[in-house]
């Protein structure tokens, strides 16, 4: 601890009903003494009168008082419940920033602190911040775990089993002349074949937590005026992207955001593909061609839409594959009959301008998502690709441990490999780690 005490807004800025001031460090109860008259009891509200240093009141709010090490932090730590106005807030702060030996909080700095006290550990400071930025319920179930320790106790059980792995070779090497248990050595190997083999079942989950964090990519494709502009403002129930019947009108690419079933999507207009003529193409329009492709090769999933007035273009067509979806547009001007050519691929008849089919576009499409994103049995997600790195050299260090001639090899191997885990939950030198993780905190927390 630096023996400082900060204070920040610890709710959002702005106007509000309530606004939550939180302190912490040595002088948090001198500066709730001076602003409410006294600490109340330790974690009870209590309903107090919040004044100045001349006694004029600024507000009548909620104070909590909560003793290290017992607190979040693991320092003493306070917190203001007034009411949300600008008026009231800066107020407040002016009062906390005269407090002798206060100061204010730079991002991340409560949730370092609690970092620092062992109050968390590296996964469940990173499931704090993945809970607040969470956007969809499917987010939010995975960072609250996260944040709960489910990753951090696995990874833990794991870093425990090695330092018993690791002791009982090293026994090996520094009593070899002494009457060690019979068949200590294949116990090991045993045991290290284990927990390489759970290692690599988590890695082989697809990226599935990654994936959930950042949300799925899917790339709209399709001639130009095959109405994939259209859909996409159907999707969105808003005019997101420009719709007209000149053809070319999309050219760049043009993303909207959406919950699907909990789960984060993002869906990607791109411009029209067609052939063009080098010598008197519009080189706009063939960027956007281009930036089309390559959105279409990024995407976890392409949507591709034909106008069922036109049928087939076969440029389109090549496009298609196993991660493929395929709107049949138009629908109401062109009847719903199946498009030919396309068999053993999921074909939607729809009306952008209707809405007929959507819901069965939608379904199916949802479908997708939460096969590639939904929770796999009950093992903790890898979330970040830390994570993954780490992860990956400690199962590597497993596996030459297992193959060693030498017990003195084996041993340096299973360092490496608690190491590794070490590096997960920040049980390891990991500062540089720290200080970028925390920047991207708000202030407050």
């Not at 610890?10 to 002088?27: K, M, T």
């Not at 964090?213 to 159907?234: C, E, F, M, Q, W």
């Not at 019947?245 to 984060?264: F, I, K, M, Q």
Request: proline share 5%; net charge negative.
């Amino acid at each position: 601890m630096t023996g400082e005490t900060i204070f920040a807004l610890s709710s959002a800025p702005g106007r509000a009903g309530v606004a939550v001031l939180r302190l912490s460090g040595p002088a948090a109860g001198h500066a709730l003494r001076a602003l409410a008259g006294g600490l109340p009891p330790a974690r009870h509200a209590a309903l107090r009168t919040i004044a100045d240093p001349a006694g004029a009141p600024i507000d009548r709010g909620l104070v909590l008082w909560f003793p290290g090490p017992n607190s979040f932090t693991g320092e003493d730590l306070a917190e203001l419940h007034v009411h949300g106005g600008r008026a009231v807030i800066q107020a407040v702060t002016d009062v906390l920033a005269a407090q002798p030996g206060l100061r204010p909080a730079e991002a991340g700095e409560f949730t370092r602190r609690a970092f620092d006290a062992g109050k968390l550990d590296l996964t469940e400071v990173e499931g704090l911040a993945d809970l607040i930025d969470a956007e969809t319920r499917a987010q939010a179930r995975q960072a609250l775990r996260q944040m709960d320790g489910a990753l951090g106790r696995r990874i833990a059980d794991w870093r425990d089993r090695l330092l018993r792995a690791r002791a009982h070779i090293e026994a090996e090497i520094d009593f070899a002349d002494e009457d060690l248990p019979e068949g200590l050595g294949a116990r090991v190997r045993a045991e290290v074949e284990g927990l390489a083999g759970e290692i690599a079942a988590m890695l082989a989950d697809a990226g599935r937590g990654e994936r959930l964090r950042d949300g799925l990519t899917v790339a709209i494709l399709g001639a130009p005026n095959a109405g994939k502009s259209s859909l996409l403002n159907a999707v969105a129930a808003r005019e997101a992207a420009i719709v007209a019947e000149t053809a070319g009108t999309t050219r760049d690419v043009v993303e909207v955001h959406l919950d699907l079933g909990g789960y984060p999507v993002t869906l990607a207009d791109t411009a029209g593909l067609r052939a063009l003529d080098p010598a008197d193409a519009d080189p706009v329009e063939a960027e956007g061609i281009r930036r089309a492709r390559a959105k279409a090769g990024q995407a976890d999933l392409r949507l591709v839409v034909f106008d069922a007035t036109r049928g087939v273009d076969p440029a389109t067509a090549d496009l298609i594959d196993a991660d493929t979806l395929v709107a049949w547009n138009k629908v109401d001007l062109a009847g719903t009959g199946q498009p030919a050519g396309l068999a053993g691929h999921p074909v939607y008849p729809v009306s952008a301008h209707t809405r007929a089919g959507l819901p069965d576009l939608l379904d199916r499409l949802q479908q997708d998502v939460v096969g590639r994103l939904g929770v796999v049995g009950s093992a903790p997600a890898i979330t970040r690709a830390r994570h993954r790195s780490a992860l990956a050299d400690a199962a590597e260090a497993l596996h030459r441990a297992g193959r060693a001639d030498a017990p003195e090899l084996a041993a340096d191997d299973l360092r490496h490999a608690t190491h590794a885990l070490g590096r997960v939950t920040g049980q390891v030198d990991v500062e540089d780690l720290l200080d970028v993780i925390f920047h991207d905190f708000c202030i407050g927390k």
